[in-house]
């Protein structure tokens, strides 16, 4: 079985560009939410989506968005992209909507460079 | 694979022995705590998860005890063996609206064979 896939695994940016990340959940998983791990750090809360609508939302600034689209699939944008942006993406799905109603499954990650 | 925390705490065990990484947690209303593990190049894995209803969980090899009064949790790793080498989160589920996990900063296992 397929477990949460992202793309692209590596990409570099230019500081003022715009960036757009993938993440298919697990099949049946509803619930898709977005993470930020910098370097030498835990995973940060970036946004979570449950049946298409946003559901929660950390503390980044307005240049991050995502959306999640009928097939549960999601898109995690950022622009204005800065050098602090430079970080693993994660996308992590599970089959409801709270974080304490069951496991979290993450993919392996987007790994952004900004330069 | 890029390292994932290249100045995290580190526990360096011999194989076979047991393991004990410990973790403050910040929100004394969470009521819901995971364990996870992260390969180097990987995304993070669940290894266990605990209630704060209880005060331990045992699972395969793994068992979490959590201590609500000084906001405590550890993850005890019996006859650790070389794949366990990773680096190892604790989160905690704050009850603060936002269906999220806050994760703690880590630490590194390293199993000397």
């Known amino acids: 079985d397929a477990g949460v896939t992202q793309s692209p695994t590596h990409l570099i940016k230019t500081r003022g560009q715009q960036v757009t990340l993938r993440c298919s959940p697990i099949?049946?998983?509803?619930?898709v939410s977005w993470y930020q791990q910098v370097l030498g750090q835990g995973p940060q809360f970036i946004f979570q989506y449950y049946e298409k609508e946003e559901r929660g939302r950390g503390n980044f600034p307005d240049r991050f968005s995502a959306r999640q689209f009928p097939n549960y699939s999601s898109e995690l944008n950022v622009n204005a992209l800065l050098l602090g942006d430079s970080a693993l993406y994660l996308c992590?799905?599970?089959?409801?909507?709270?974080?304490?109603?069951?496991?979290?499954?993450f993919g392996e990650g987007s790994r952004l460079t900004v330069l | 694979g890029e390292s994932v925390g290249l100045h995290l705490p580190t526990l360096s065990v011999q194989e076979g022995d047991n393991s004990i990484i410990n973790c403050a947690y910040s929100n004394s209303a969470s009521d819901y705590f995971i364990w996870y593990k992260q390969e180097s190049g990987k995304g993070p894995q669940f290894i266990i998860d605990?209630?704060?209803?209880?005060d331990k969980r045992q699972g395969q090899r793994v068992t979490v005890l959590l201590n609500k009064t000084v906001k405590h949790l550890s993850l005890q790793i019996a006859a650790t063996q070389p794949g366990d080498s990773a680096v190892y989160f604790c989160?905690?589920?704050?009850?603060?609206?936002?269906?999220?996990?806050?994760f703690g900063s880590g630490t590194r296992l390293q199993v000397q064979p």
């Open positions: 989160a905690e589920n704050p009850p603060t609206g936002r269906r999220a996990l806050t």
């Open positions: 099949s049946g998983h509803k619930s």
């Open positions: 992590a799905s599970s089959l409801r909507q709270g974080a304490g109603t069951g496991e979290l499954f």
């Open positions: 605990i209630r704060s209803n209880m």
